[in-house]
């Protein structure tokens, strides 16, 4: 129970982090600046970039190259699987991208939801590698019982929770311009983020199932979080004339993320 109970915590930590993100629609009147919300979105890409590489890829690589494997075969074959794993989420589930215009169309599968059913799913699809990512971060731990790995989990979880207060403010503030009263778009844009404890934890009962698929596992996290990088928020952060925001967010992600996880891992 302990490698669950710490994904509960770690998760739990991400999930908080994303309604306090949220709370910011009762203290607000208007929707977020587009060069502010470019901000943040890129900074979530950076967080994410890096989270990927050094909490993922890297210990992936070490997971497999201790187990007497070739490092970059479960590397270069879960990252794929996360990417294609993402590519069907995204072409079936019905989502809009926040910060769009109503003119945009809905991307996956013809439906009749709602606009803001829309937006909340697209933030509710990239959060689940994230907390994949958290989950399978401290079953690593658990299963080497090392320090440092627990260490690095944490940082990870920090990393997430830090981009996630920035994402429940650009899902809320949306969703209070699409008419929600203030309450509703606190707890639409709060609730977004329950998918992350939900597959932090199950993926640790998974890990523990199938330990040696260990690398395999953190590759497939860090290419389901790679393509929503690629795919929603680096796009997203550079809408408009002057990007330099976004790219500024990125860089920013990344080297706090960077920070984290080698200053604590």
Known sequence: MTPILWAAGGTGFTFLMTSLGAAVVFFFRNEISQSVQRI???FAAGVMIAASIWSLLIPAIDEATAKGQI????????FLLGVAFLIVLDSILPHLHPGLSKDNEAEGVSSNWK??????TAVTLHNIPEGMAVGLSFALAAQHDDPALYAGAMALAIGIGIQNFPEGAA???PLRQEGLSKRNAFLRGSMSGIVEPIFGILTVIIAGAIAPLMPWLLSFAAGAMMYVVVEELIPSAHLGEHSNAGTLGVMAGFVIMMILDVALG
Do not use: K
């Open 171 to 173: 899902i809320s503030l």
């Open 115 to 120: 606009r803001t059913t829309l937006l909340i």
């Open 40 to 42: 943040f979105l890129g």
């Open 71 to 78: 490092g970059w075969i479960p590397a270069a074959g879960g």
